[in-house]
């Protein structure tokens, strides 16, 4: 039973650890761990995919067949974006 504990406790927090392989000596790695502002803005990148997607929903064809065929609509969506990134349905 211990073992089964500690197996299934690595497995839900694994020990990760940043790695950085480099191939030729004298090369240089500059790393920021929050000491400086990032290059990279992802609040940016957050808020383009947001709009992104707000747009495709707003964007969907919608059929006029009242109320009752919200769901099946909804689940065709859904099935459409997955099967676009590969997840299948």
């Not at 020990?15 to 004298?26: A, E, I, M, R």
């Not at 790695?29 to 747009?55: H, K, S, W, Y």
């Given at each position: 039973m211990m073992k089964r504990n500690s197996i299934k406790n690595s497995l839900s927090q694994p020990n990760l650890f940043p790695t950085?392989?480099?191939?030729?000596?004298?090369e240089v790695v500059d790393a920021n761990f929050g000491q400086l502002p990032f290059v990279f803005d992802i609040g940016d990148m957050i808020n383009e995919l947001r709009v992104r997607t707000r747009l495709q929903i707003i964007n969907y064809p919608m059929p006029d067949h009242g109320q009752g065929q919200w769901q099946t609509t909804l689940h065709r969506y859904i099935y459409d974006q997955k099967t676009r990134r590969g997840q299948g349905a």
């Amino acid at each position: 039973m211990m073992k089964r504990n500690s197996i299934k406790n690595s497995l839900s927090q694994p020990n990760l650890f940043p790695t950085v392989g480099l191939q030729t000596p004298g090369e240089v790695v500059d790393a920021n761990f929050g000491q400086l502002p990032f290059v990279f803005d992802i609040g940016d990148m957050i808020n383009e995919l947001r709009v992104r997607t707000r747009l495709q929903i707003i964007n969907y064809p919608m059929p006029d067949h009242g109320q009752g065929q919200w769901q099946t609509t909804l689940h065709r969506y859904i099935y459409d974006q997955k099967t676009r990134r590969g997840q299948g349905a």
